[in-house]
């Protein structure tokens, strides 16, 4: 059955929008790429509108159609599907997960920069409100009004996206099937890297006028929380490759408590994530990271427990419960502090095993805390 809108303008007249179909996906697909505020970005899990840092732009492997970042350093993909037909769709989805490659390659932020947003912004096909605007930084903080420990944390997020391969990747269309829906399903729940999002398209008429809708029909399930089949997939080998058994015994028993809680591990390509929902944003904070032996993001390794402080900016409603948690893991026996831009604690595996327990209390205590925050 067609939806249907009731409008009713200032002076009280009303519309009916009635849903109708689409002259074609090309016209829906003109609608999105002018207008990519389109885009649900709360159903993405990601706060505030997206910045286009690519349209159209030429890759290895095509032209994307829409190449976007979230204020908190998320890459998004979108392709549209011009056809009805399942082999257009699985054409669709083939290309986001080739753009997805292609950009995989870029080293680091700044060669996202100088390779992909730099011809964007001094190209044809540039937002009237970014022009001007020579490079992702100008750009971003034009879009967000970001602050230099903002913007740093921007960076540091797209520097660890761009080295995992863990895109949000988007599929646009009017229509999808059964079929379609289980595709994504499949790669939701096995694939290692990515999230996979299907946006529906809507035209609306009434009285001579259109009005156009997106929603989300299609995102990940399990997999975001901490019980996904992918999570635990990713964890029974994490611990396989201990070798110590008193090592992999506290490391099991973190994972279970971490479940317990309620916090959820974001698995990458040589560890993981452990975070917590926030209220301020719909992106979770990380308070957490374990890594095995010889791997690290920038400070964190082996098991680092604490923040990134220019994260933490952005979660002033939970940042005095994590700066409590904080102090209490530095202070714990066996703590070498992290350095760099964090507030954190490293323990290698001695250090881990002899305090585990102690350290699971603390983020009991921290859970328990953010529990009672108010939101703002």
Known sequence: MPRKILVVAGSGSAVDFIEVPADNEHELQQVMLSHPQLIPT??????????????????????????????????????????????????????????????????????????????????????????????????????????????????????????????????????????????????????????????ELIRLDGRGQKAYAAQVVQRPGRRVGSGGSLSRASEDDFLARIGDSDYRDAMSELFANVAALGLSMAWGSKGASIRLKSPDRDEPISVGWVFLFGDQWTWAKHVTLGVDTNTLVNHPTVAPAILKFCTTVKAVAGAQLAGGKSNAAVFDPPAFVFAHAELIEALAALATDIENVQEP
Not at 97 to 103: F, N, T
Not at 133 to 152: I, P, V
């Open 42 to 199: 709360k159903d993405l899990g990601l706060d505030n509108d997206l910045l286009v840092v690519g349209r159209e732009t030429a890759l290895a492997s095509g032209s994307i159609d829409l190449l976007c970042l979230s204020s908190s350093g998320e890459v998004v993909i979108v392709e549209f599907k011009t056809g009805p037909k399942n082999p257009d769709f699985r054409h669709s989805l083939a290309q986001v997960i080739d753009y997805g490659s292609d950009i995989w390659r870029l080293s680091d932020w700044k060669e996202f920069d100088q390779g992909l947003v730099h011809r964007y912004l001094n190209g044809p096909r540039v937002d009237a409100a970014f022009k001007g605007c020579k490079d992702l930084e100008a750009a971003a903080r034009r879009a967000w009004s970001l602050d230099d420990q903002q913007w740093q944390a921007l960076v540091s997020r797209l520097d660890k996206v761009l080295e995992t391969g863990d895109f949000h990747f988007v599929v646009a269309a009017q229509r999808f099937t059964d079929a379609m829906r289980g595709s994504v399903d499949y790669l939701n729940e096995t694939a290692r890297m990515g999230r996979y999002f299907l946006v």
